[in-house]
């Protein structure tokens, strides 16, 4: 992204948030545009594919904490018109004052507002010259590579799918080199030639105000190269959409609503640069029976009366298919929870939580003479054991 492109797109305005939102909140206003405007929900719909793109982007950036406070340091900076970039360009780090023979002497905007190395942590010169510069060029002036843009995705696994790990296809689409062209942007049978502005390197020098500003060539849009008959596709940007089908890891224990990193995963770089990340939200199906706090599993266990009363050995479903015998001890009331030792949820480190059981004490809803004639019985021979003795008592205690 350019410089020009990172001080005028306000990400706060794409995905509908004030400046000062939490993060939580934008994180909700993110999954909802992403789930309307997902290019598998509008298919050959080219404004919602930008639209989505533009969604992703902001949202790579405001949900990083880092990169959140560099952007809003660099729009406060810029935007109050304390310092102009002219041309916004991508290379304008560097800056030059007027010598005394007439040209200019480069210095560093990380000298020119403090780096973080005396002080011990990274200051604005450190924010600014990531942002504007450092490394933008590569040996002898020629275009710099640039690392591809991190893609987010979505997938919804089965509850046991993201208890155990499994792997994924994600049908993703980016941007890449065109295949028509093969990255060039010129029409098949012509080749483009080195810009006659730049020299190739991409960039240009502009004086503004006693300095020498770096920025793009715009005779060649930072390429380095001009193309005379462009593509058909990319129309000579040498970039077009690209979908692609990849298999995802999702690794064991994952949450819903967790966001998971696939470093590399995400769009090609360009000129040699490094791919970008693939970002995958992971959505969790509810199971029939078994529920997850943290590591453990959940599971209501329903016991006759009896059972609970006299104690009893239970057999216990697990999630992984076999069966564990629980223990109830004589007197087990209902809401009690039992702890089955290693039948959660596997953790990072291997090891696996527990299987909590909270027993559910089950009333009979039908009852046959010779039922009810020995429940009658019980009840007359436990008269003075009253569970609710002192309750309606209106006396303090």
């Not at 224990?253 to 640069?273: H, M, S, T």
Request: with cysteine.
């Amino acid at each position: 992204m350019s410089t020009k492109d990172y001080m005028e797109k306000d990400f706060y305005k794409i995905l509908g948030v004030s400046k000062d939102a939490p993060a939580d909140e934008i994180k909700k206003a993110y999954r909802k545009l992403a789930r309307k405007h997902h290019p598998d929900a509008n298919k050959g719909d080219a404004e919602s594919e930008e639209r989505f793109k533009a969604i992703s982007e902001a949202y790579d950036v405001l949900s990083d904490d880092t990169k959140r406070r560099e952007y809003d340091e660099a729009r406060t900076l810029f935007g109050s018109g304390g310092l102009r970039f002219p041309g916004g360009g991508a290379g304008g780090g560097r800056m030059g004052a007027p010598g005394g023979s007439g040209g200019a002497t480069s210095f560093d905007l990380g000298d020119l507002f403090g780096g973080g190395a005396a002080g011990g942590g990274a200051g604005l010169g450190d924010v600014l010259g990531g942002l504007f510069g450092r490394g933008r060029t590569g040996p002898a002036g020629a275009p710099a590579a640039r690392r591809g843009s991190d893609v987010e995705s979505e997938v919804t696994l089965a509850f046991t799918e993201a208890a155990d790990g499994v792997t994924v296809p994600l049908r993703l689409t980016s941007e890449a080199a065109c295949a028509t062209c093969r990255g060039t942007g010129a029409k098949a049978g012509t080749t483009p030639r080195v810009c006659p502005t730049c020299q190739g390197t991409g960039q240009t020098t502009r004086n503004a105000g006693g300095f020498a500003f770096a920025e793009p060539c715009r005779d060649c849009r930072g390429r380095g190269l001009v193309v005379d008959d462009p593509c058909s596709v990319c129309h000579g940007s040498g970039r077009a959409p690209s979908t692609r089908t990849i298999q995802a890891r999702i690794p064991a224990g994952v949450k819903d609503g967790q966001r998971i990193r696939l470093k590399g995963k995400g769009a090609p770089g360009e000129r040699g640069g490094v791919n970008g990340d693939l970002f995958i939200v992971v959505h969790v199906s509810a199971h029939q029976l078994f529920g997850r706090k943290d590591d453990n599993l959940t599971l209501a266990l329903p016991v006759t009366f009896p059972e609970a009363a006299l104690g009893a050995d239970l057999k216990v479903p697990t999630l992984g298919g076999q069966p564990v015998t629980l223990r109830i001890p004589p007197g087990t009331t209902a809401g009690r929870t039992f702890r089955v030792r290693g039948k959660g949820v596997t953790r990072r480190d291997g090891t696996m939580g527990d299987l909590l059981v909270t027993v559910d004490v089950a009333v009979p809803q039908k009852l046959d003479s010779k039922a009810r004639e020995a429940l009658e019985a019980f009840r007359d021979a436990t008269t003075g054991d009253d569970p609710r003795a002192g309750l309606l008592d209106p006396r303090p205690r």
